[in-house]
T-cell receptor, first 110, second 112 residues
Framework: EDKVVQSPLSLVVHEGDTVTLNCSYEVTNFRSLLWYKQEKKAPTFLFMLTSSGIEKKSGRLSSILDKKELFSILNITATQTGDSAVYLCAVEAGTYKYIFGTGTRLKVLA | DGGITQSPKYLFRKEGQNVTLSCEQNLNHDAMYWYRQDPGQGLRLIYYSQIVNDFQKGDIAEGYSVSREKKESFPLTVTSAQKNPTAFYLC???????????FGPGTRLTVT
C-alpha cells in the first residue's frame, strides 16, 4: 500500500530558529514529491521535486529529495511567526493519484 | 481573477440530509479532485475527474457522489449514507502538463 509519512507531527520553535521537516514515502510508481503550506484554508504550493540531490530554494525555504532512501526534507531558516502553518508533503504516485502525509504543524513563537 | 472557488465556506446540516458542495474553476484545468481533511489526518481523496462526463472513485468514495457536466464545475454531494460527514472538504485542480495541484479555500461541513 502506498504511504507517505511526515515527521515530526508538530514542532514549536522560536523566531530565528532553523527547522527541518521530514517526509518519507513508499509508493510503487513515484512521479514527483510536492510540498504545500496550509495556514488556515487552502494549501499553497511550495516545491515540486522529481530528481534526487537537486535543491529547490525559495527565500528562506529549501527542499531536497533522496530517491534512493525515499525521503525529502523541507528546511526553513531564520523562522518567523508567519511561517506558522501545517506543512503537507504529497507524492504523485500515478496519473491523478496524490498520496498526502498527515502534515507537520509548525508553530513559531515570537 | 483566476482560481478555484468553493461555496459555501461553512455549512451546517442535520443528519439524514443530503448536501451539495460547490467547486468552480477558471484555470482551464482538465483534472479536478475532491479531498476530505480530518484533524490529525492527511488529505484523503474522495473522487477525481480527468475530463468532462468522466470521474473515478478515490480512496473514500462511499457515501459521496459527484458530477462533471462542465469543465469548470465539479460539485460534490454528501449523502445521508456517509457515516461521518463532518469534515473540511477541499477541491483541487491540476493541468495537463503540471504535477502541481491548486486548491480551493475549502468548505467546512458540520452535520449534527
Amino acid at each position: 500500500e502506498d504511504k507517505v509519512v511526515q515527521s515530526p507531527l508538530s514542532l514549536v520553535v522560536h523566531e530565528g530558529d532553523t527547522v527541518t521537516l521530514n517526509c518519507s514515502y513508499e509508493v510503487t510508481n513515484f512521479r514527483s514529491l510536492l510540498w504545500y503550506k496550509q495556514e488556515k484554508k487552502a494549501p499553497t504550493f511550495l516545491f515540486m521535486l522529481t530528481s534526487s540531490g537537486i535543491e529547490k530554494k525559495s527565500g528562506r525555504l529549501s527542499s531536497i529529495l533522496d530517491k534512493k532512501e525515499l525521503f525529502s526534507i523541507l528546511n526553513i531558516t531564520a523562522t518567523q511567526t508567519g511561517d506558522s502553518a501545517v506543512y503537507l508533503c504529497a507524492v504523485e504516485a500515478g496519473t491523478y493519484k496524490y498520496i498526502f502525509g498527515t502534515g507537520t504543524r509548525l508553530k513559531v513563537l515570537a | 481573477d483566476g482560481g478555484i472557488t468553493q461555496s459555501p465556506k461553512y455549512l451546517f446540516r442535520k443528519e439524514g440530509q443530503n448536501v451539495t458542495l460547490s467547486c468552480e474553476q477558471n484555470l482551464n484545468h482538465d483534472a479536478m479532485y475532491w479531498y476530505r481533511q480530518d484533524p490529525g489526518q492527511g488529505l484523503r481523496l474522495i473522487y477525481y475527474s480527468q475530463i468532462v462526463n468522466d470521474f473515478q472513485k478515490g480512496d473514500i468514495a462511499e457515501g459521496y457522489s459527484v458530477s462533471r457536466e462542465k469543465k469548470e464545475s465539479f460539485p460534490l454531494t454528501v449523502t445521508s449514507a456517509q457515516k461521518n460527514p463532518t469534515a473540511f472538504y477541499l477541491c483541487a485542480t491540476s493541468g495537463t502538463n503540471s504535477y502541481e495541484q491548486y486548491f480551493g479555500p475549502g468548505t467546512r461541513l458540520t452535520v449534527t
